[in-house]
């Protein structure tokens, strides 16, 4: 009995019980069962009827303790003698499994194939699944290892097709991970009874979901044997079906090893759980087993990738799909070592990737060349293509990089000019216009003969004027016409040229040039544009009706064009007063547009038309049909349009109600789009009347809110709602939605601003100056400027950068939308940096224009008193010092405010009597 039995010694029947019992219930297995197993030696021949009782009722610990500790012949042994005393049936099950599993461990297939079949007799189909027979049997939950270990009984007794069968037939009903074992196992049994096609079958149908099969290394391994099998047999897109779907060995090995964590985590769990299920644990330690031998095993095989790729590459070789190729080409230069073959393979699938557009396999390929091949001749080459590359994915600092390297580098290259031209339009790519001007200009300079030197003057135009340099613009443009005669940019510098004038309001120019591009090039890809262009032109000229006969030349099939040539037209007729051809041109465009992100807005000016008539009612009646019609489509953002026009057609407290309630009743869950607009539209209504309600009906309104589909301005009135209501998270991660699905949406100033405020709160002052800057940048006639220039101010000048700091308050005081208590902010922390610079007498005057020319902001006037009077202190202009303070102090209007008991105090302290009375401000 082995060494167990050391310590048992010479005991009594009762002493062996009593002892095993412990064991067994301590869960000390081994113990228990050499104790039992003593017990059955010595008194197994007992004629004592009580003796006989007491060793029926240990037979089955016996044999559950040879189990527990996974002495499978013992086991079977002992099975057999405890299923011959007849146990309850729940204990008769068990055992009957395990006697499967014992005959089968101890290479018994047939006996062990027949005994789990006498196993799964024991329960109705799917008994696993019923909680209530389960709970009575619960050896069912055993059935689906036992339907496995009986397929694998036919694969060990060299019956792969009636395996295949038979795990085909138990695959659906298993759970998911016993069904992916028995996957590989028929894919295996297939390709032992040689239905490879069957096996193609299987392979495709399993790869989607062949993450959930436990022995995927096996699957994988079987799949490229089976792809390699096709190969030979001269069937290639079945090789390359089978061949596509194997991993590299990195990723199935990385894959298996987290398997393998996660099993030994569960097997520790388990082991851990004195009252564990026994097979349980002998299941998750086979798993680890099985997964740990399949690792190891795989990590010995040598050039897996390789020859995966080789036979793909001569798959598609054999089909003569030559584009396919660059996948061998890049496992050449992942599995070979170096060598002149590699070399020149590594350029060929550089150039493959660049002809079929794959950028980043261009970059990562052309990177790993440069590293590898450092003195090739071929690098000015691949260093060309990695930049094109790199620009194509939009990151377009690491390709003017490249470029840079490259010219650097291979000075003499013929790659080095083209490199030099393409930094040009990166910097165009990235909007910075006037560095892109200097690059052309400098090309244009050193390679004013290539190739390229047209192109980088035309492009140098439009450096100018995409810089809102237009008079320079023009310029180039005239001069790219006067060079190149047939040049192949001349039509669009055609249209640029007559553009810029437009941009200057020099109309008479525009439209001379305008008519003359449109005769020269009537089919040319500007002339859509160019006909709305000119038709501005001739009504900013009074010349409306000529203005409408352009605008109508626009085909129909230039869609973005042809709409705003309609709605310039409307608005011309408005001017004109012409409603009867304004209402017929909005029907015929709803007529003949029904589907336009523009409709509302036609309705908008029908309706516009019948208020001019007095027909308020007709008016509205079309407003909430088109709502009704076309509210729930979130493509016509014009609908958002339509409520501000209703609003105003419901007068008073009576009106109003009439509008909410008929809003509230518009759109349902049928229609989400239209009840979120009408929700938005009911907090519009009431933001004045009722801040509060219309800030909780935005709120709650959030959880309405698709990015991709909703109006940006719905989007942020809803983000400051949040933001108001203290929910943070959310309003940010609504405004970065907002940018992400609308970055050319009007209300990207409240974006940058609320960000940026948002960055600067949290103290992340370089996130805040980055959207500060976009703000600056990207955004005009923002009401937002003055808050935002002032906070770009505070920054700057917390980080030490007053020049900059400075500049941000000129542009605030120079701009018309900023409020006047933003500018005399902006006029004092002028003032304020200069005087702590050093430079009180740039800080007077700024200190000066608020009390002169703001002085409806008391507190602020107040303060730049007193500080201008300190500035005259440090110009040692005592007199003008006590003037300003004299002046403060006699205001009645400022009497209130701490600064004029300062400046009181800083008269007595310069020797100067305070003043007697207060007087009031002159105006």
């Not at 080789?310 to 798959?315: H, K, V, Y």
């Not at 590594?346 to 950028?359: E, H, K, M, Y």
């Not at 007559?498 to 890809?525: F, N, T, W």
Request: charged share 30%.
């Amino acid at each position: 009995m082995g060494a167990a039995d050391s310590d048992v010694g010479d005991l009594t029947a009762d002493e062996l019980v009593s002892q095993a019992d412990g064991a067994y219930q301590a869960r000390d297995f081994p113990r228990a069962a050499t104790l039992y197993q003593k017990l059955f030696d010595d008194f197994g021949k007992s004629s004592d009827p009580l003796a006989q009782e007491a060793l029926r009722k240990r037979s089955v610990p016996l044999a559950l303790s040879y189990i527990q500790s996974s002495n499978f012949e013992r086991a079977g042994e002992a099975i057999t003698t405890a299923l011959n005393t007849k146990p309850e049936s729940a204990q008769s099950q068990e055992l009957l499994f395990w006697r499967g599993v014992c005959l089968l461990q101890t290479g018994n297939f047939s006996e062990s194939q027949q005994a789990l079949g006498e196993f799964l007799a024991q329960f109705p189909p799917n008994a696993e699944r019923d909680p209530t027979f389960t709970k009575k049997f619960p050896a069912a939950f055993k059935s689906p290892e036992a339907r496995l270990m009986l397929g694998s009984t036919l694969l060990l007794q060299e019956k792969p097709r009636d395996a295949a069968r038979f795990f085909e037939e138990i695959a659906p009903s298993l759970p998911p991970a016993e069904r992916g074992r028995a996957i590989v196992l028929r894919l295996h049994a297939l390709m032992a009874a040689d239905d490879h096609d069957a096996a193609l079958e299987l392979v495709k149908r399993e790869f989607p979901r062949m993450e959930e099969i436990p022995q995927m290394i096996g699957f994988q391994t079987l799949t490229l044997e089976l792809g390699s099998h096709f190969l030979d047999k001269e069937r290639p897109r079945d090789a390359i079906a089978c061949l596509q779907r194997v991993w590299s060995a990195e990723r199935l090995q990385n894959h298996q090893k987290k398997r393998l964590a996660d099993i030994e985590m569960r097997l520790a769990a388990a082991e851990a759980n004195p009252s564990a299920d026994p097979f349980q644990k002998i299941t998750l330690g086979q798993q680890a087993a099985k997964t740990r031998r399949e690792i190891e095993q795989f990590a010995k095989l040598e050039g897996f990738d390789a020859g995966t790729r080789m036979r793909l590459a001569a798959a598609y070789q054999n089909m003569e799909r030559h584009r396919e190729a660059a996948l061998i080409l890049e496992a050449m230069l992942e599995e070979l070592p170096p060598s002149p073959l590699t070399e020149t393979a590594s350029v060929s699938l550089i150039q493959n990737w660049n002809a079929t557009q794959r950028w980043p396999k261009t970059i990562a390929t052309a990177k790993s060349f440069s590293e590898t091949f450092p003195a090739s001749p071929s690098l000015p080459l691949v260093r060309y293509l990695q930049g094109l590359a790199e620009q194509q994915t939009g990151d377009h600092p690491a390709s003017n990089a490249t470029f840079h390297a490259l010219i650097q580098e291979f000075p003499d290259s013929e790659f080095a000019p083209r490199a030099h031209f393409m930094i040009g339009f990166n910097h165009l790519l990235m909007e910075e216009n006037e560095e892109a001007v200097g690059v052309f200009e400098s090309f244009l300079k050193a390679h004013g003969d290539h190739e390229l030197a047209e192109a980088a003057l035309y492009w140098r135009g439009m450096g100018y004027s995409l810089n809102k340099e237009y008079v320079k613009a023009r310029k180039v443009f005239g001069e790219y016409l006067d060079r190149h005669k047939e040049g192949v940019f001349r039509s669009a510098a055609f249209f640029r040229r007559a553009y810029c004038a437009q941009q200057l309001e020099d109309y008479d120019v525009s439209i001379r040039e305008l008519r003359d591009y449109l005769k020269r090039h009537p089919e040319g890809e500007e002339s859509s544009e160019a006909r709305v262009l000119l038709g501005d032109a001739l009504m900013n000229e009074g010349r409306l009706e000529e203005g409408i006969a352009v605008l109508g030349g626009i085909p129909g099939r230039d869609v973005r064009f042809y709409e705003e040539g309609v709605f310039k037209t409307a608005k011309a007729l408005k001017l004109l007063e012409e409603y009867p051809r304004l209402e017929k041109l909005m029907k015929e465009f709803v007529r003949q547009n029904p589907r336009s992100p523009r409709i509302a807005e036609a309705i908008l000016n029908q309706g516009w038309v019948y208020r001019q008539g007095g027909d308020m009612d007709k008016a509205r009646r079309i407003y909430w049909e088109t709502l009704e019609k076309f509210g729930n489509d979130p493509g016509i953002r014009s609908v958002e349009d339509l409520f501000p026009a209703l609003a105003k057609l419901y007068q008073g407290e009576e009106g109003l109600a009439e509008y909410l309630s008929a809003l509230e009743n518009l759109g349902d869950s049928a229609k989400p789009v239209l009840a979120l607009r009408a929700q938005w539209a009911r907090a519009r209504a009431l933001r004045k009347r009722d801040p509060e309600a219309a800030r909780a009906l935005l709120v709650g309104a959030a959880r309405s809110v698709e990015p991709s589909e909703t109006h940006p301005l719905i989007m942020a009135d809803i983000a400051q709602a949040l933001s108001e209501a203290g929910e943070s998270t959310k309003s940010e991660g609504l405004w970065k939605d907002l940018l992400k699905w609308n970055p050319r949406a009007p209300q990207k100033d409240r974006v940058f601003a609320s960000l940026g405020l948002a960055e600067l709160g949290r103290g992340n002052e370089k996130a805040a100056l980055k959207y500060f800057e976009r703000f600056e940048r990207e955004t005009l006639g923002s009401p937002l400027f003055g808050r935002v220039m002032l906070a770009r101010a505070k920054l700057m000048e917390k980080r030490g950068r007053r020049a900059d700091a400075l500049r941000s308050l000129e542009a605030l005081l120079a701009s018309e939308f900023a409020v006047g208590p933003e500018k005399c902010e902006a006029l004092f922390r002028s003032g304020d940096i200069h005087l702590r610079s050093g430079k009180p007498e740039l800080a007077v005057p700024y200190f000066q224009r608020i009390f002169v020319m703001h002085g409806r902001w008391a507190d602020w006037v107040a303060r730049a008193y007193l500080r201008s009077g300190e500035a005259f202190e440090k110009l040692g202009d005592l007199e003008s010092a006590r003037r300003t303070y004299a002046e403060l102090s006699g205001r009645a209007d400022l009497e209130g405010f701490p600064e004029s008991a300062a400046a009181r105090r800083r008269l007595e302290e310069l020797g100067a009597p305070a003043p007697q009375e207060s007087t009031p401000h002159p105006g």
